[in-house]
């Protein structure tokens, strides 16, 4: 035996590498196409669809109505205010587009996409797909301000008086629940849910008080604010309600990781570094304002801040970073969709818009809370 063998070297030739079968696929490695993941494929679907919507119904609203004007003469008009071209139209097609169906188009707009944010933040704040603002009682503390105005003949801001009213009743119902609530430097969601409901109920109770000493007039007004409706849309309402959705619209995106570590629990947000008290205060606050600021103006919109979110969660998954900005969309086209509905479905009458959104909107939520149902077969 040789010192190789036994050393336990090698005694034989090493056994060649097979050669490969051209038959078969090469295992080489060789450069890949780059794919889109699919939920980043399907979030800018939902986002293109939304997007490419949106300006098509505001073309379809400004046009329809009982004064016709075709889409061709509102863009050409639209360019021609701009500069960029175009045409302008007779005198009373002018006034009707730029003095009637425009502001009222932009305020859709605007109201839809503040509630619909303010939706896809409420749900997750308390982290439940149920949960809208008027569950801390903005819509409720707004309905208390609008109707106090009203009742009480208050003047003191000229036409602005109910609007700022039902504002700044949006504003001061919610800092008076997330104070109620707050204990030991600490805000829990069940009790800040538990305060907003004894306050709506609270608000409900003096609603009816200011209608029971309310004349005719009164209540007439009264009525048509709380049904909620854009008819009395104008640019001087828009310029009002423009900075608060802004601003809202524009901070909301920058929580949307926040909200996702959130998504996981208070404790585990904690431990990654989320302050969840001031997180919380931060997005009611926001969810204040938008709401408030959208309330205001239109009057109480119902199902447009629960439905919107939830739809787009369910099609998209719960990440904030499309939820978000997505509900905004949402919220504009559903509202817009929603606003011309209201306009031409009983025409030359108009539906509130408030009916007509609870109307649809809650029959399709009860259906969605069917489907989730049969789907986790529970709740538990």
Known sequence: MTALQKTGGPTAEPTPEPEPDPALPSRSPTPQRRQVPRGRARSL????????ALPALALLSAGIGAYEI?????????????????????????????????????????VGASLGCAGALMQGVFGNPLAEPGVIGISSGAAVGAVGAIVLGLAFAGTWTVTVCAFAGGLVTVVLVYAMSRSGGRTEVVTLILTGIAVT??????????????DTAQISQITFWQLGSLAQATWPKVLAVLPCAALGLLLAPLFARRLDLLAL??????????DVERLRAALILLVALLTAAAVAVSGIVTFVGLVVPHVLRMANGPGHRFLVPGSALGGAVALTAGDLAARTLAAPAELPLGVL??????????????RTRRKQGGWA
């Open 265 to 274: 629990g208070e404790r585990p947000a904690r431990h990654l570094g989320v």
């Open 357 to 370: 959104t609870a109307l649809v909107g809650s029959p399709f939520f009860f259906w969605l809370l069917r």
């Open 70 to 110: 075709p889409i061709g003469d509102v863009l050409g008009s639209v360019q021609h205010r701009l500069g960029l071209g175009g045409q302008a139209l007779d005198r009373t097609a002018e006034s009707v587009l730029w003095n009637i169906r425009l502001p009222r188009v932009v305020l859709a707009v605007l």
């Open 45 to 52: 679907l939902l986002a293109s669809v939304l997007v490419g």
């Open 201 to 214: 109920a609270f608000a409900g109770a003096l609603i009816g008080l200011f209608v029971f000493f309310a």
